[in-house]
């Protein structure tokens, strides 16, 4: 009776262990997207461009099925979401009107908030830890303006090491800088693209996007 008992719960050990494995193997690699669209008055950017381009990127992480976060800001006017399917709402908002300069400290402190709001990440000794997400891809969409204030290291630079990321995440992490081809970024260098303490910051993981 004994060995017979054995023998059931060694067979029920095996189920339990077959199942748990098929559970792990099925399990799918979540991403992290951030899409940051930032306007301001010396951007010539063409609107009906960046919209199409952000329904492209709409249909493309529907299909993936990641956590996506988006963050629109033209100074005073500013739209958060975490869900793909309001970003309709966010269309409207694309316009030349009533765009204002973007204050650094302002815009830091604003897309920190978000990132709290939707619960992005834990940071722990300013280092970036997170078993949730596989990897963390940044969707920016910026005109020329943005880079000539140099945003690009006072705001996404701040912003991204605020984050926890730096180079012992650096292989995780993916980078998209997207303008309108007619709104050129002048004298752009991947290595120097977030300023001066992001050594991991390569060709592999960073990419000016034209649109």
Not at 63 to 69: A, G
Not at 97 to 118: C, M, P, Q
Not at 122 to 128: A, M, P, R
Not at 142 to 171: P, R
Request: hydrophobic residues 35%; contains cysteine; charged residues 25%.
């Amino acid at each position: 009776m004994l060995e017979k008992n054995r023998k059931y719960l060694l067979s029920f050990c095996l189920i339990l262990l077959n199942v748990s494995l098929v559970v792990s193997q099925g399990k799918k690699e979540i991403d992290y997207h951030f899409v940051y669209i930032a306007l301001c008055q010396d951007d010539n950017t063409d609107y009906q461009k960046l919209i199409y381009e952000l329904k492209n990127l709409n249909s493309e992480l529907q299909d993936k099925q990641h956590d996506c976060v988006l963050y629109f800001t033209k100074g005073m006017t500013q739209f958060s979401t975490n869900d793909l399917k309001d970003w309709e709402k966010l269309y409207p908002l694309l316009n030349g009107n009533n765009i204002t300069n973007l204050y650094a400290s302002d815009e830091v402190e604003n897309t920190l908030k978000v990132f709290s709001k939707y619960e992005f990440s834990k940071v722990k000794n300013n280092t970036l830890t997170t078993n949730k997400y596989n990897s963390v891809i940044w969707h920016t969409y910026t005109g020329k303006g943005f880079w000539q204030a140099e945003y690009n290291k006072s705001i996404l630079g701040i912003v991204i090491a605020s984050c926890g990321i730096n180079d012992k995440f650096g292989s995780n992490f993916q980078l998209f800088l997207s303008h309108d081809s007619n709104d050129p970024i002048a004298n752009f260098k991947t290595e120097s693209a977030l300023g001066k303490y992001y050594s991991f910051i390569t060709d592999e993981n960073t990419k000016l996007k034209e649109y």
